[in-house]
């Protein structure tokens, strides 16, 4: 179905990824063996190679649409789609290399620490100014979601629309969630996530600069206690 049915191979036909000389063999094994060397050996930066995973998953996604002629979209606009999905999430990246993130701010903090001067600290969310004094202070109530990683997304997101509509420039967002902070400095390595990622990172064109960091579950107790409010 990925390779070899008429349909995929005239999406494949459409795109300018790599191909095998002799065209997709029959083992499904060996075509992913080859796309896979194509993105490992530095292509992908290559706009035409890094666009093969998006591909592969418009062809398995829209499988139906593609064997069904009553229900087909011309191939041509699923490879513009992955086109352009790849293009967008490989700029988000780009967009992520531009926050600020100095490694000594991954370690846990015992507590909460003030900001340097001018700065303000939020978490979600409560900011205080560099004196420790509480400027602002927000809560809402959030549909359940499906895991810790995408409540702590929803979280942030929130947080920076309101640091935006609050008119800061420079904010630095703290959670106690570790692999939230990973997943935000490294979007790329969590595609599982990247409809949240991708609004986030575009958000973060709003301000300045944008710095998030670590924090242990008690340094954030007084935003919890505002939370069970």
């Known amino acids: 179905m990925l390779f070899r049915c008429s349909k995929a191979l005239e999406l494949w036909d459409l795109t300018e990824c790599p191909k095998p000389a002799q065209g997709f063999s029959n083992g499904l094994e060996a ?3 080859f796309l896979f060397d194509a993105l490992d050996g530095n292509g992908a930066g290559d706009s035409k190679v890094r666009s093969i995973p998006w591909v592969l998953w ?4 829209n499988r139906n649409a593609l064997l069904y002629a009553e229900t087909q979209t ?4 699923w490879v513009l789609n992955a086109e352009e999905e790849a293009t967008l999430w490989f700029e988000a990246n780009k967009q992520a290399q531009h926050i600020e993130a100095q490694s000594h701010r991954m370690g846990d903090m015992e507590r909460w620490c003030p900001p340097s001067t001018a700065l ?3 978490g979600a969310w409560i900011a205080r100014d560099h004196t420790r004094n509480v400027l602002f202070h927000g809560r809402d109530a959030f549909t359940p979601s499906s895991n810790r990683m995408i409540a702590e997304l929803r979280g942030i997101l929130w947080v920076m629309q309101s640091a935006r509509d609050l008119h800061f420039h ?11 902070v990973e997943a935000l400095l490294s979007p790329a390595s969590w595609p599982r996530f990247r ?8 958000l973060c064109n709003s301000f300045f600069s944008v710095a998030f960091e670590v924090e242990k579950v008690g340094a954030n107790s007084i935003v919890r206690d505002i939370a069970k409010v």
């Open 120 to 122: 303000i600290s939020g």
């Open 31 to 33: 075509n992913i063996a």
């Open 170 to 180: 420079s904010i630095c967002i703290a959670s106690d969630h570790r692999d939230t």
């Open 195 to 202: 409809c949240l990622l991708e609004q986030i990172m575009a």
């Open 58 to 61: 418009n062809v398995w996604k």
């Open 74 to 77: 011309s191939p041509s606009f």
